[in-house]
């Protein structure tokens, strides 16, 4: 009789009673998006990078590598590198139904990738400021750690699938860069564009590290970041003593793990000196 009661008070429709939440409910959405997990993964980095892609490849043109510095065929390495393992990687997934290994293309790939990363990085670090240079070298030295986990340990699997999807770090960075002017008008001026480089790479790196999976990702980013600050203010600090035109010297600046802003100081803080030295002498003689 209740029976009969209760189903009077259901709503009509093509899913009664929790058979209907079954089928239509939560676990159903799991259960699809579990199955179709590859093509969720690449709707996921189209949305991501497809707004991002005409910068991507304006940034590589000639003209805009050698206004930066850059030799095009590091940037262009770069490019065709990066984006062709993450897209590889996807495609094999979406064919394969399992996470894929790393093979000795993706190696391949990799190594081309970063070593152009180092490189483009390695140039601009001059005119970097101390927090987003050591977060960039910590992100970097995460990266290869993953990667080589993964080789190691019989190509795992699972810790390739986080070095790929670490891969959005890049694009996350550049949402953070555009995005937080949208949340703080203060980052809008130019004079904070090196705080709000700084803020975007924290953040970003954070996020991508938190999304790709990595085992004690933010606590280890965090701790090599101040590890490589320190480090770099103590190179500096050994290196203001050095000649210019010494060796090991410009082996270092060249890598660009130093505190350049340290330098810079120094640099001033001679100059200064000097300026004063000279005219003190000038004013003995005058006297």
Known sequence: MSAAVNSTKMPSGPSPGAEGLQIYGLP???????????????????????????????????????????????????????????????????????????????????????????????????????AYRASFHAGFLMFLGVFAASWVRGRDPGLFRVTVTLFNWFAWFRWAVRMLPVV???????????????VGLLLSLSLALSLAGYPYGVPLQLGLTSIFMLAERAIAKVLSSYPDNNLFKKVVLTSGYVDFEYLKEQARQSTTDSKAAVEENGTKVDM
């Open 184 to 198: 703080d008008p203060r980052f809008r001026r130019v004079k904070d564009f090196g705080v709000r480089m700084e």
């Open 28 to 130: 159903y959405l799991q259960s699809a998006l579990t199955r179709y997990r590859p093509e969720a993964d690449i709707l996921f980095c189209i949305a991501l990078y497809s707004p991002l892609l005409a910068q991507t490849f304006a940034y590589s043109s000639p003209k805009f590598t050698r206004a930066r510095g850059y030799t095009y065929l590091t940037v262009v390495v770069h490019v065709l590198s990066s984006l062709p393992l993450v897209i590889r990687y996807h495609a094999r997934h979406a064919i394969l139904r399992v996470w894929p290994s790393p093979d000795t293309t993706d190696l391949a790939l990799f190594a081309a990738s970063i070593l152009t990363s180092f490189r483009i990085e390695a140039r601009r670090a001059g005119n970097q400021r101390a």
